[in-house]
């Protein structure tokens, strides 16, 4: 299967904007959906974001519609989330996922066959 690598992850002040990377090894990164999602410390694991195959279809999480934006390079295996205007409450270890048999974009993590270590956003207010 594949295996996942997040990086960006830093101390930004509120109101900024920093971009998020995963790195995805495998043949066969072109045909899975990915996703990213989010955990702050003693929160449950939320949905922030995911991406067909081929960039066409989109989906959000309600916190970050509007100011952040998945999208994907095939090319380089890469998976990327440009995050405007953060605010404080985005604080969180920041994953990417990977769905093997998904259809279109989904928030279910229990649609995700593989995931990354994680890479830690922290905003100051």
């Known amino acids: 299967h594949v295996q996942l690598f997040e990086s960006g992850g830093r101390l930004v002040q509120a109101g900024g904007s920093l971009r998020l990377s995963c790195s995805a090894n495998?043949?066969?990164?072109?045909?899975?959906?990915m996703a990213w999602f989010r955990q702050a410390p003693g929160k449950e694991l939320e949905f922030v974001a995911s991406?067909?195959?081929?960039?066409?279809?989109?989906y959000y999480g309600e916190a970050v519609q509007g100011r952040f934006t998945i999208s994907r390079d095939n090319a380089k295996n890469s998976l990327y989330l440009q995050m405007n205007s953060v605010k404080p409450e985005d604080s969180a270890l920041y994953h990417c996922?990977?769905?093997?048999?998904?259809?279109?974009?989904?928030?279910?993590?229990?649609?995700?066959?593989?995931w990354g270590p994680g890479t830690q956003v922290t905003v100051s207010s």
């Open positions: 996922a990977a769905d093997f048999g998904g259809a279109s974009p989904q928030k279910q993590k229990e649609g995700y066959g593989a």
């Open positions: 991406i067909d195959q081929s960039s066409t279809s989109t």
């Open positions: 495998g043949p066969t990164y072109t045909t899975y959906i």
